[in-house]
Nanobody, 123 residues
Framework: QVQLEELGGGSVQAGESLRLGCVGFGYIDYCMAWFRQFPGKEREAVAT???????NYARFIRGRMTISKDTAKNVLFLQITALKPEDTAMYYCATDPQWSTACPMIHEEYEFWGQGTQVTVSS
């Protein structure tokens, strides 16, 4: 059973940076992803990382976010720089053993999720 937990959210000022972490992966060989969700909206993909480390980002990221993983410690990261108030959302990590490459950017394709961590950016 995979039980994911996000770490590192919080309240920050615009322009600051945060690094989110996600632990609880039994195996690091599957697709791993970060999503975010605004109130009343569906979860939207932020970034994915494949088994071999290939990454993919949503178009809105514009270079401000970096997904990475520590394969020795089975930890997933999301580094966010130059935070904006519109980045305020709940951030979730996800994985699914049916995917190891061509990671989907659709939340319905992921079975395992963390509880989410709130990121609040004030101007």
């Amino acid at each position: 059973q995979v039980q994911l937990e996000e770490l590192g959210g919080g309240s920050v000022q615009a322009g600051e940076s945060l690094r989110l972490g996600c632990v609880g992966f039994g195996y690091i060989d599957y697709c791993m992803a970060w999503f975010r969700q605004f109130p009343g909206k569906e979860r939207e993909a932020v970034a994915t990382i494949e088994r071999d480390g290939t990454t993919n980002y949503a178009r809105f990221i514009r270079g401000r976010m970096t997904i990475s993983k520590d394969t020795a410690k089975n930890v997933l990261f999301l580094q966010i720089t130059a935070l904006k108030p519109e980045d305020t959302a709940m951030y979730y990590c996800a994985t699914d053993p049916q995917w190891s490459t061509a990671c989907p950017m659709i939340h319905e394709e992921y079975e395992f999720w963390g509880q989410g961590t709130q990121v609040t950016v004030s101007s």
